[in-house]
T-cell receptor
């Protein structure tokens, strides 16, 4: 069963904690993305990766970090430096980084307590 | 459930009627457009796409129309069903990694 998986579905963070959101894909896609979704706003790009061991900042990278050690995996760490982390986080992938369709995972809802 | 979409414009249609959801895109240089469907608490699901060298593309029960003159994109859903209830948003891109996503329209299907 091919697709993109994200875990956990719900995540709670205390002030000052770092948390890591998992994203895995078995579509053999080169490019992967992390977006943040807030009520009433379009998706905003946090980080993207064109290929293994390479990633670039998106529009709202401050307070976040990523790694791309394997083609299938693109974890996102929300650090304590992110002042307003409560949001719905979406991971996506596409065959290449060109103008391709992006396919999304089911999302992780992060709430700061 | 997921709070995304609380303040979105809403389109209410009767079950069995056709739905038309509109999107004004921002950049005349955009050359690829996608429609997504997002149900509450879930990730966006690809519906249909269109390239700028086309005006119309049809899928199963869905049609996308592109009017480049006025930078307008529309999604038509034929014979709307209760399972079509969701938030629909468009995306445009003109370059790699530069996708712009709309805020979306909530579709409510009335029985």
């Amino acid at each position: 069963d091919g697709g993109i998986t994200q875990s956990p579905k719900y995540l709670f963070r205390k002030e000052g904690q770092n948390v890591t959101l998992s994203c895995e894909q078995n579509l053999n896609h080169d490019a992967m993305y992390w977006y943040r979704q807030d009520p009433g706003q379009g998706l905003r790009l946090i980080y993207y990766s064109q290929i293994v061991n390479d990633f670039q900042k998106g529009d709202i990278a401050e307070g976040y970090s990523v790694s791309r050690e394997k083609k299938e995996s693109f974890p996102l760490t929300v650090t304590s430096a992110q002042k307003n982390p409560t949001a719905f986080y979406l991971c996506a992938s596409s065959i290449t980084g060109a103008t391709d369709t992006q396919y999304f995972g089911p999302g992780t809802r992060l709430t700061v307590l | 459930g997921e709070s995304v979409g609380l303040h979105l414009p809403t389109l209410s249609v009767q079950e069995g009627d056709n739905s038309i959801i509109n999107c004004a895109y921002s950049n005349s240089a955009s050359d690829y457009f996608i429609w997504y469907k997002q149900e509450s608490g879930k990730g966006p699901q690809f519906i249909i796409d269109i390239r700028s060298n086309m005006d119309k593309r049809q899928g199963q029960r869905v049609t996308v129309l592109l009017n480049k003159t006025v930078k307008h994109l529309s999604l038509q859903i034929a014979a709307t069903q209760p399972g079509d209830s969701a938030v629909y948003f468009c995306a445009e891109t003109r370059a790699a990694y530069k996708y712009i996503f709309g805020t979306g329209t909530r579709l409510k299907v009335l029985a």
